[in-house]
Structures are given as structure tokens and as C-alpha cells.
Antibody, heavy 118, light 109 residues
């Protein structure tokens, strides 16, 4: 059974940093492309970032480009999102999701809440 | 990366059929057959219901179907059931990124 478990969320001040993690199990993590998708409270879904299976290809939404960094450690079956220069508008539940460059998001974690507030 | 356009809400009675539209442009929905649909119950993670316009993952009831015409994709749910009440989101590939619709709240009367 595919399992994705996010962690690392919490309360952070504007301008601060946070690192999210996603622990994957139940599938061959190193063979799959991964994404981060977020959802602001009461709002819709927003794709944040994509990373290829090897980590060699990475894309970001314009809203986070230059501030967020996606990475993965295939030996540890883990996906990461380093978030710097956080803003109030980054407040959201962050989900990690299995999904290809073109394709759908097949599996989702339960999400971790990031709150940016002073 | 403008969001795709979905109706804010739709409703239907048990047993009826409803259709949710998802309108984009030739740069996203109209340009690729990579439209997917997600169901999200309150407080839960989204669940994939339709991929590549009209394909159902294993385990998704055949009451759920998808289609596309031009720049508009559609999700149809037939034989509505109480457990179908949820938010539904469409998504499309677009030039090195993905874009979602604003979401549609389905109410089963």
C-alpha cells in the first residue's frame, strides 16, 4: 500500500524558513516523479513544485520560484521542500503527491499545515 | 498560470446525474489530453478520480466519467450517492507546470 507521510509543518514568522519532509513507503520511490501541492485554508489546490525520479529535473510555480527548493533522497525514500523567505500567503496545507511531468497526481499524503504569521 | 474555471457549486438528488465543467485555454486543457479530476472530502487529502481526460483508476466506480471538448473538460457523475458529496477539482498540464481549477462543491440533496 502506498503511504506518504508529510512532516515539518508549523508556525513560522514572515521571512522565516521551514523544511518539509515526506516519507514514502509501499512503492519503489526512486522510480517515481514527485510533487508538492498546497491548499490555503478554505481555498483550492495549487501546484507548487515537481522533481523527476532522479532529481535532475525540477520545476516551480512562479509564486514560489527563488524561495522554495525541492529535493529528494532516494536512499531514504524521502522528499523535501525547503521554504525560505516565507510570506503570509504561503500559509497552507502542503501535500506531497506522486505524479509525472505531464500526468496526474496518483497518490497524496495527508498533508502538513504551515502557518506564516507574526 | 491562471486557474482553470469551474462552477463554485452544483447539486443533485440521489440517483440523478450531474456534470461539472472545467474551462481553460488552448495552452492547457485544449492543448493536451492530460486533464485529471480529484475528489476531496472535508479534512481529507484529494483522491484521483479521472486521469488523461477519461480514464478511471482502479477502484473508482464507473459512475464517474470524464470527457473533453475544445478548451472545456467535464466530469459526470451518474447515479448520485450521498458519499459523492465533496469538493471536486480539475487539473491540467501546461508548459512545465500544472494548473488546477478553483473547485466545485457538490451537494447531494
Amino acid at each position: 500500500e502506498v503511504q506518504l507521510v508529510e512532516s515539518g509543518g508549523g508556525l513560522v514568522q514572515p521571512g522565516g524558513s521551514l523544511r518539509l519532509s515526506c516519507a514514502a513507503s509501499g512503492f519503489t520511490f526512486s522510480s517515481y516523479e514527485m510533487n508538492w501541492v498546497r491548499q490555503a485554508p478554505g481555498k483550492g489546490l495549487e501546484w507548487v513544485s515537481y522533481i523527476s525520479s532522479s532529481g535532475s529535473t525540477i520545476y516551480y510555480a512562479d509564486s514560489v520560484k527563488g524561495r522554495f527548493t525541492i529535493s529528494r533522497d532516494n536512499a531514504k525514500n524521502s522528499l523535501y521542500l525547503q521554504m525560505n523567505s516565507l510570506r503570509a500567503e504561503d500559509t497552507a496545507v502542503y501535500y506531497c503527491a506522486v505524479g509525472g511531468y505531464y500526468a496526474e497526481f496518483d497518490y497524496w499524503g495527508q498533508g502538513t499545515l504551515v502557518t506564516v504569521s507574526s | 498560470q491562471s486557474a482553470l474555471t469551474q462552477p463554485a457549486s452544483v447539486s443533485g438528488s440521489p440517483g440523478q446525474s450531474i456534470t461539472i465543467s472545467c474551462t481553460g485555454t488552448s495552452s492547457d486543457v485544449g492543448g493536451y489530453n492530460y486533464v485529471s479530476w480529484y475528489q476531496q472530502h472535508p479534512g481529507k487529502a484529494p483522491k484521483l478520480m479521472i486521469y488523461e481526460v477519461s480514464n478511471r483508476p482502479s477502484g473508482v466506480p464507473d459512475r464517474f466519467s470524464g470527457s473533453k471538448s475544445g478548451n472545456t473538460a467535464s466530469l459526470t457523475i451518474s447515479g448520485l450517492q450521498a458519499e459523492d458529496e465533496a469538493d471536486y477539482y480539475c487539473s491540467s498540464y501546461t508548459s512545465s507546470s500544472k494548473v488546477f481549477g478553483g473547485g466545485t462543491k457538490l451537494t447531494v440533496l
